[in-house]
């Protein structure tokens, strides 16, 4: 099993939807958690981190962690043209910097 | 420079060669990381520098893989012995310190062994 699962998509949103993205994770001990966004040919960069069950709101952006079912989801509202990118889940220990990433999954956004 | 810089952008070798890769990381940043990428992956962990020393460096495949940040500030990814199956993205990324999560990624270098 690996240690973060993410469905690798594509994920197709018509613009103005909602889109929804999901993690799971295996490591029980993991503690603290993060979306990266990553456009074709570029490198990942950081959108939401999330520490605590419950929501996160940072503008469009929902991050909902749930540390029972070990899951973790984005929800981009608003869907736009320029969110169609990959979207990588990473966790990591609590004082740890070793970030674990998911594979990804493609989201494009259909105008 | 304002964000990460990694040089070379693209390197192709032939197998069984040397290769150095360069980071230079935010300045101001501590702590300082290197990815690797495969096409259609996430990053995989490599190493981890919190200042000169290595903090981790359980991710480093095998003993041809080496890496220095000899001032705590730019950093070099040596491979040995080069093989096809080193072939990817090399990612380095830098933070201001423990426990942010928030790490600023280069534009990678991406390696290909012929």
């Known amino acids: 099993q690996k240690e973060v699962e993410q469905n690798s998509g594509p994920l197709s949103v018509p613009e103005g939807a909602i889109a929804s993205l999901n993690c799971t994770y295996s490591?029980?001990?993991?503690?603290?958690f993060f979306w990266y966004r990553q456009y074709s040919g570029k490198s990942p960069e950081l959108i939401m981190s999330i520490y605590s069950n419950g929501d996160k709101e940072d503008g469009r952006f929902t991050a909902q962690l749930n540390k029972a079912s070990q899951y973790v989801s984005l929800l981009i509202r608003d869907s736009q043209p320029s969110d169609s990118a990959t979207y990588l889940c990473a966790v990591a220990p609590f004082g740890n910097e070793k970030l674990t990433f998911g594979t990804g999954t493609r989201l494009t956004i259909i105008p | 420079g304002a964000g990460v810089s990694q040089t070379p952008s693209n390197k192709v070798t032939e197998k069984g060669k040397y290769v150095e890769l360069r980071c230079d990381p935010i300045s101001g940043h501590t702590a300082l990381y290197w990815y690797r990428q495969s096409l259609g992956q996430g990053p995989e962990f490599l190493i981890y520098?919190?200042?000169?020393?290595?903090?981790?460096d359980s991710g480093l495949p095998n003993d041809r893989f080496f890496a220095v940040r000899p001032e705590g500030s730019v950093s070099t990814l040596k491979i040995q012995r080069t093989e096809r199956g080193d072939s990817a993205v090399y990612l380095c990324?830098?933070?201001?310190?423990?426990?942010?999560?928030?790490?600023?990624f280069g534009e990678g270098s991406r390696l290909t062994v012929l």
């Open positions: 490591d029980r001990v993991s503690q603290s």
């Open positions: 990324a830098s933070s201001l310190g423990a426990n942010t999560g928030e790490l600023f």
């Open positions: 520098f919190q200042g000169t020393g290595a903090a981790d």
